[in-house]
């Protein structure tokens, strides 16, 4: 296991605390459940992207000849 020390803002710390104290959880919790959830939507949103651009630039994606 890995620790890390992130420095965090007023507004952002409070955002997460409220998010913790609602739902019964540590603010830790919270936090590397966010961590965790992370590799996969960022994946994600740029699979999409890099999909949406073969998609419109097929044309020049083609090998010459084709």
Do not use: F, I, K
Request: no cysteine; proline share 3%; hydrophobic share 40%.
């Amino acid at each position: 296991m890995y620790e890390l020390t992130l420095s965090l803002g007023r507004a952002l710390r409070q955002a997460l605390d409220d998010r913790a104290d609602a739902s019964g959880r540590r603010t830790e919790e919270v936090v590397l459940e966010a961590v965790r959830r992370y590799p996969d939507e960022e994946g994600a949103a740029v699979r999409t992207h890099a999909e949406r651009l073969a998609l419109s630039h097929a044309d020049l994606l083609r090998r010459p000849g084709e």
